[in-house]
């Protein structure tokens, strides 16, 4: 009996309860999927539809029978194998189907391996093997209650490869062999499940569920902890950016970055009234300095869910915006997915199911400042009903960046078994969220009439690119090892398909202006984020203040000054400079943006990524490229003065501080003092720009 179906685009095998099915997906590309005892599921979690294409399939005649094998050997070796070779474009999957006798059951089990490999015919990709008598299953279905299962999924381990990716987890790891990742969001942490192998391989996990990665040398493991199917896809390549740009095609490229997002956002916790923010502006527009983007942040509502301004503080946000426009700038507000049980949204979207369930306990998922629950953004009720207010009380205004904060969400207490929103239970789905939440607002943006979108969110999952989602690095502390952390968050934010990146410049938590050694910290990361993406700087800084309404009611605090002239003299020169710098790489930023948004691929990207043929640049972690002619060197210790700065092999380099060329393949000492960062240019791009 052939166990294989063949269709159009694919094969399906069946065998023992479970349905697989290996599907062309996309150029060079796969996407695998599996069920029991049920239909294979369409869902479209971030992959989007591919174009028709007609793989090449072959398939090998069984072996030989298990019948005849039982009578010729004895029922403990009946065995028949049968293969199918499905070949789309430079991608190959092998399906190895067995039929077995097992003695210690007295019957035949059906198993089926996966084998990928590339147009070299290398294996990029391989299920663990059942390992004889260790009876091992590479897809391990474990049922829950209804119709989920606990999956876990295993394959073969290279452990010479290298792994980058799968988001950003608040650690200094660059290479990813080696680690377990949670698959959860939380405050700083995005888990976004495409990872990027050195040996010629991208795989997403599409699965929005909670679960974990393990990347061992002994095998490679993921798990979800409740869901309906094994769902997978996987392309080749021979370097990253062909992967990223296949990945790019099959979740969404990134939109047009508009010109502000080019320039220098300006933002603190928090400016708490309206005069207090226009006059920031205004202090820039008298020093002529440069500002694209200034924010309203948290708590300039009533309540959460509110999403308005509250008339005592914001009296007139019609001549705010108006003002701000016509000096040239643009104003973000803070727009939290909280709804307070004070707010007046409350009662409705509750009784319309519009807001997320708690399975057990009171309904209060965080009581920061007001008890509250969260917006329901899997739910395309919601998103319309909540993009209707917030169009009404902002985009009317003339606003058009909204500051997308709390996307994991952050739960007060991470139980994720303990939600359901609209599309599933809060374990099978939940990891979505964030996507879901830059979506309502992308949609009801362009349906406006907005052309070209951007807002800022705390985290991301595969897909949020194509919604607009600018990912900042969540609530990070003004320290040495933060910094260095985000350097390495922002690499592996871009390979795991995610190009618009940001950091809290001088971090969130902490920082006094008085001190000289938070200053320093301030100066080195601001000299790292005008090479980011997008330059923002933000910060909760120390001493806080305290604010009161007319009535005496206190209101959130807000932290000290954190404007470039907030920090003495000699800081206020060397940020002024890169805000300078930042202008002069409007052109070559604009340019980076539109090839990104054409054929995918991060903005700041690893060395290997421009020079995969360059072994040492697999293991630089401390350095980035800004881009393919800018190499990005920030200073990361407190204290240093000069550092050491590879350049990668295959192009020739001019630092930017002094002129001097330098060829590549080898590494250079640099001189840094604290007004500079190492910058080098690539060959002869850029020249009119020096530090």
Request: aromatic share 12%; charged share 25%; proline share 5%.
């Amino acid at each position: 009996m052939n166990p294989f179906q063949i269709v159009d685009d694919g094969v399906i095998w069946t065998g023992d309860g479970e349905t697989l099915f290996v599907q062309a997906w996309g150029r060079d590309s796969l996407r695998v999927r599996s069920v029991m005892m049920g239909q294979i599921e369409e869902s479209d979690f971030s992959l989007l539809p591919p174009e028709a294409t007609s793989p090449v399939i072959t398939v090998d005649d069984a072996a030989s029978s298990a019948h005849d094998a039982t009578e010729k050997s004895g029922a403990a070796e009946g065995q028949t194998h049968a293969t199918a070779h499905m070949t789309n474009g430079r991608i190959t999957a092998t399906l190895e189907a067995t039929t077995e006798f097992i003695e210690a059951m007295a019957y035949f089990v059906h198993r089926c391996r996966l084998i990928v490999t590339n147009d070299h015919g290398d294996i990029v990709l391989a299920e663990q093997e059942v390992g004889g008598s260790l009876e091992r299953r590479a897809r391990h279905f474990t049922p829950l209650s209804g119709d989920s299962f606990a999956l876990t999924v295993t394959f073969e381990s290279d452990p010479e490869e290298k792994l980058f990716g799968m988001g950003q987890y608040q650690q200094e790891n660059f290479d990813l062999k080696g680690a377990s990742l949670e698959l959860a969001h939380r405050n700083s942490q995005a888990s976004v499940p495409f990872v990027v192998s050195s040996a010629g391989y991208g795989f997403l996990w599409h699965n929005p569920a909670i679960g974990e990665a393990t990347f061992a040398l002994n095998k490679t493991e993921w798990r979800a902890r409740s869901t309906q199917q094994m769902d997978w896809w996987v392309t080749v390549g021979d370097s990253p950016a062909e992967i990223l740009s296949a990945y790019a095609d099959a979740t969404g490229h990134t939109p047009t970055m508009p010109d502000y997002g080019l320039g220098y956002w300006q933002c603190k916790l928090r400016y708490w009234n309206q005069e207090q923010l226009l006059e920031v502006a205004r202090e820039h527009h008298r020093r002529g300095l440069p500002l694209d983007v200034i924010v309203a942040d948290f708590f300039h509502w009533p309540h959460m869910g509110d999403f308005r301004f509250d008339s005592e503080f914001w009296p007139d946000p019609q001549a705010m915006v108006d003002e701000l426009h016509s000096m040239g700038t643009e104003l973000m507000v803070s727009v939290w997915p909280q709804i307070s049980h004070k707010s007046e949204n409350f009662e409705e979207l509750k009784g319309r199911n519009l807001t997320v369930r708690t399975e057990r306990g009171m309904d209060v998922q965080m009581a920061f400042q007001e008890p509250c629950v969260f917006a329901d953004w899997t739910n395309p009720e919601a998103r319309r009903f909540l993009w209707d207010i917030v169009k009404r009380n902002y985009f009317d205004l003339g606003i058009k960046i909204f500051w997308l904060d709390e996307a994991e969400p952050e739960y007060a207490v991470y139980d994720y078994d303990n939600y359901r929103y609209h599309q599933g239970s809060n374990l099978e789905v939940g990891n979505i969220y964030p996507q879901a939440y830059a979506r309502a607002f992308f949609e009801g943006q362009r349906e406006a009439g907005q052309k070209d979108v951007v807002n800022l969110l705390r985290c991301a999952w595969s897909g949020s690119q194509r919604f607009g989602a600018l990912v900042w690095s969540g609530d990070i502390h003004s320290t040495w090892t933060d910094l260095r952390r985000q350097l390495v968050a922002g690499l592996h934010m871009g390979m795991a398909g995610i190009p618009w990146f940001t950091t809290d410049i001088g971090g969130f938590y902490g920082g006094d202006g008085s001190d000289p050694a938070f200053r320093e910290l301030l100066v080195r990361w601001f000299e790292f984020g005008a090479f980011c993406p997008v330059m923002r700087m933000h910060g909760f800084r120390e001493p806080y203040e305290d604010v009161a309404g007319g009535d005496g009611t206190g209101k959130c605090r807000s932290g000290a000054s954190n404007e470039i002239w907030s920090f003495g003299s000699e800081v206020e020169e060397i940020l002024t400079r890169y805000v300078t710098v930042r202008e002069s790489l409007r052109p070559y930023l604009r340019g980076t943006m539109d090839d990104v948004r054409d054929h995918g691929g991060p903005v700041m990207r690893p060395l290997f990524y421009g020079f995969p043929g360059d072994h040492d640049a697999w293991d630089t972690s401390d350095e980035f490229l800004l881009g393919s002619d800018l190499l990005v060197a920030p200073i990361l210790e407190p204290g240093a003065r000069r550092r050491r700065v590879y350049l990668p092999a295959g192009a020739s380099w001019r630092n930017l501080a002094d002129g001097m060329r330098y060829e590549g393949g080898t590494s250079v000492e640099v001189d840094a003092p604290l007004e500079i960062i190492p910058v080098f240019a690539r060959g002869d791009a850029l020249e009119s720009i020096t530090l």
